[in-house]
Nanobody, 124 residues
Framework: QVHLEEHGGQLVPPGGSLRLSCVAS????????MAWFRQVPGKEREFLAT????????SHADSLKGRFTISRDKAADMIYLQMDSLRPEDTAVYYC?????????????????WGQGTQVTVSS
C-alpha cells in the first residue's frame, strides 16, 4: 500500500518562504513520477510541479513564474516543494501525489496516490 504524507504547512507572512516535504512509503518508487498540487475550497485541484523519480526531469506550472521549485531526495524517499515570494493567493491545501509512470504529467486524474494534504496560509 502506497502512503504519502506531507509536512511543513503553516502560517507564513506575504513575501515569505516555506518548504514542504512529502514522505513516500509502502513500495519501491523507482518507476514513479511525483508531483505537487494545491486546492482551494470550491476550486479544482491545481497542478504546481512534477518530477521523475530519478529527478532528471522536472516541470513547473507557468503561473508560478519561478517562485516554486520541486526537488527530491531518493535516498530518503522524499520530495520537496520550495516556495518563495509567497502571496495571499497561495493559501491552499497542498497535496503530494504519485503515479506509476516515468512520464511527467500535470493532470491530477493521472495520479493514483495522494497524501492527506497540508494547509499553507499566507497572511499578515
Amino acid at each position: 500500500q502506497v502512503h504519502l504524507e506531507e509536512h511543513g504547512g503553516q502560517l507564513v507572512p506575504p513575501g515569505g518562504s516555506l518548504r514542504l516535504s512529502c514522505v513516500a512509503s509502502g513500495r519501491t518508487f523507482d518507476n514513479h513520477t511525483m508531483a505537487w498540487f494545491r486546492q482551494v475550497p470550491g476550486k479544482e485541484r491545481e497542478f504546481l510541479a512534477t518530477i521523475t523519480w530519478k529527478g532528471d526531469i522536472t516541470s513547473h506550472a507557468d503561473s508560478l513564474k519561478g517562485r516554486f521549485t520541486i526537488s527530491r531526495d531518493k535516498a530518503a524517499d522524499m520530495i520537496y516543494l520550495q516556495m518563495d515570494s509567497l502571496r495571499p493567493e497561495d493559501t491552499a491545501v497542498y497535496y503530494c501525489a504519485a503515479r506509476p509512470s516515468r512520464l511527467v504529467a500535470s493532470d491530477p486524474a493521472l495520479f493514483n496516490y495522494w497524501g492527506q494534504g497540508t494547509q499553507v496560509t499566507v497572511s499578515s
